[in-house]
């Protein structure tokens, strides 16, 4: 089976750092993403690990450990846009022909505060 | 989202009602995905088709859900006899057959 955790909500300042923790337990693995979601819009790519380490892209950051079967999304430089719902997702491997199906966790709720 | 529409944008339909939703993607997405939103919970895969391969139908809740694509681009998704617990955001997401996925903005389905 797939199960996927993230906290619920988290609240920042403005400027702060902040890290969303995913722990994932799947049955097969072929990836980790990060999406973000504002309120009544669609997700949006943030990252795609499936290797161990750290993968930086401007502000944000992402980072994978398989063995521990955890990830941590840390946004820097705060803003009040970044106040979202932050997904994490995992894909458990191909079924059928480049099949990349995620599973996603329920949400972690960011809210930014000046 | 980029590459990508989906209509309607929101549906109410009473219970027992079959409705079907549209995704319409831009050429050249050659994957496309199905998932729904419920209320407080996860995104949840439904379906997924690749080119002409068969699809992938796994993740259809029950034999009430089907979805279609026709010619590689349009893709309907159909519910028949809605129930209340169908009440969710469908989406759409496309790719290249890569790991990148760019969803829809989504219909929001309300069943009465």
């Known amino acids: 089976g797939q199960n996927i955790d993230q906290p619920t909500e988290m609240t920042a300042t403005e400027g702060a750092i902040v890290q969303i923790n995913c722990t994932y337990q799947?049955?097969?693995?072929?990836?980790l993403f990060w999406y973000q979601q504002h309120a009544g819009e669609a997700p949006t790519f943030l990252s795609y690990?499936?290797?161990?380490g750290l993968e930086e892209k401007g502000r944000f950051s992402s980072f994978l450990s398989r063995s521990k079967g955890y990830s941590y999304l840390l946004l820097k430089e705060l803003q009040m846009k970044d106040s979202a719902s932050y997904l994490c997702?995992?894909?458990?491997?191909?079924?059928?022909?480049?099949?990349?199906?995620?599973?996603f966790g329920k949400g972690t709720k960011l809210s930014v505060i000046p | 989202g980029a590459g990508v529409s989906q209509s309607p944008s929101n549906k109410v339909t009473e219970k027992g009602k079959d409705v079907e939703l549209r995704c319409d993607p831009i050429?050249?997405?050659?994957?496309l995905y199905w998932y729904r939103q419920s209320l407080g919970q996860g995104l949840e895969f439904l379906i997924y088709?690749?080119?002409?391969?068969?699809?992938?139908k796994s993740g259809l809740p029950s034999d009430r859900f089907s979805a279609e694509r026709t010619g590689g681009s349009v893709s309907t998704l159909t519910i028949q006899r809605t129930q209340q617990e169908d009440s969710a955001v469908y989406l759409c997401?496309?790719?290249?057959?890569?790991?990148?996925?760019?969803f829809g903005p989504g219909t929001r389905l309300t069943v009465t």
């Open positions: 997401a496309v790719g290249q057959g890569t790991y990148e996925q760019y």
């Open positions: 799947t049955s097969g693995f072929n990836g």
């Open positions: 088709f690749q080119g002409n391969s068969a699809p992938d």
């Open positions: 997702a995992v894909t458990p491997g191909a079924r059928g022909a480049g099949s990349y199906q995620l599973t």
């Open positions: 690990n499936v290797l161990d």
């Open positions: 050429s050249g997405h050659t994957a």
